[in-house]
């Protein structure tokens, strides 16, 4: 098995992503730390390892990743008691929409302080030991938002970005030691985290509607999936993979020509539909628009040659 006899502590592995990445790497054989701020939810998924089928089992440890010597204490402890292969800092919180001047300064240092000061004490906490034994694998959870500027989410778009590239940086400085990191870079994943972004929305259904528009697989990604690219950056087949940011985001990223014709055709069909006396004016209005836009789409992909 992939993970077989291998220790992996995973932060924030209470519920969603954290919870799934647990999983997947018990059921991969693994010795799982599950640890969390949360006890009854880090015990609970302590419980549906340990009651599963998965031939690897889990144990909770309490810890605020916030906490650099209580994150150093328990990396300590399951370093001597059972090892350490394998960091992954997933724990993390987004915050309500705001525009950067009406954040609170509070919201900010929370932000600031459980996704970039976590991640830091993570990789201090582990590196030494990684380091001394000459190998094994920090993932770091970071977000599309560690690439893109979600307006609205600035404090929490300055913390994913600061993960991205200091994961960057933990590999350059730890690889000629044998450790590699790297970090996942989930869209919209079906997690309480996620769910919390649309109710943020005025109308929370239509807000999904619109952004599933928008990824070419047409749904958001569920939790698993992500610890699947998680469980796979930490193994033995991405061994000459580090630094990486590996974006898991249905196509999202690659898909702006898609999301134009797809708004463009959807948009003219239904101007056309709500036209209840068809007449020129009203097919005239959305005429030019479609035409610029598929005369673009034509241009970008073609280079604008003649076949
Ligand atoms: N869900 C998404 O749409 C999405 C997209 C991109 C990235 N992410 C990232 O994935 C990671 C996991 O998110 P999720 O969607 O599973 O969120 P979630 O809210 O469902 O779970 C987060 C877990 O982290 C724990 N946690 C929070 N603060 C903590 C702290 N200080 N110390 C230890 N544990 C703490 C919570 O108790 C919870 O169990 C986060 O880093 C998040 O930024 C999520």
């Known amino acids: 098995m992939r993970h077989n006899d291998q220790t992996v502590f995973v932060t924030g592995a209470g519920q969603g992503i954290g919870a799934a990445t647990a999983q997947r790497f018990a059921e991969a054989g693994a010795f799982v730390i599950v640890s969390d701020v949360d006890i009854d939810s880090g015990e609970e998924t302590v419980e549906a390892i340990n009651s599963g089928d998965s031939s690897g089992r889990a144990t909770f440890v309490e810890l605020d990743v916030a906490d650099g010597e209580a994150f150093e204490t328990a990396i300590d402890a399951t370093a001597d008691e059972y090892g350490l292969d394998v960091l992954v800092n997933n724990a993390g919180v987004a915050h309500s929409l705001t525009t950067i001047e009406e954040t609170d300064a509070s919201v900010f240092e929370y932000v600031l302080d459980v996704n970039v000061r976590g991640v830091w004490n993570g990789c201090r906490a582990a590196l030494p030991h990684l380091k001394q034994q000459g190998s094994g694998n920090i993932v770091n959870v970071g977000s599309l938002a560690s690439f893109y500027g979600l307006p609205k989410q600035g404090a929490y778009s300055l913390s994913k970005g600061a993960i991205m590239n200091f994961t960057r940086a933990v590999a350059a400085e730890a690889g000629r030691a044998g450790v590699r990191c790297n970090a996942v870079c989930p869209a919209f994943t079906d997690t309480e985290l996620g769910r919390k972004f649309f109710a943020g929305r005025d109308d929370p259904e239509r807000a999904k509607e619109i952004m599933l528009k928008r990824y070419p697989l047409g749904r958001l990604a569920q939790p698993g999936e992500i610890a699947d690219a998680i469980s796979f950056l930490a193994s033995g087949e ?26 463009a055709l959807s948009w003219s069909v239904s101007q056309w539909r709500s036209n209840k006396t068809p007449g020129f004016s009203h097919h005239f209005i959305g005429a030019p628009w479609v035409l610029k836009r598929a005369g673009s789409l034509w241009i970008s992909v073609t280079g604008g040659g003649k076949c």
Do not use: K, N
């Not at 590996?246 to 797809?262: E, K, N, P, V």
């Open 238 to 263: 991405a061994s000459y993979i580090t630094g990486e940011g590996l974006r898991i985001d249905g196509g999202f990223s690659t898909s702006w020509l898609y999301w134009q014709a797809d708004t």
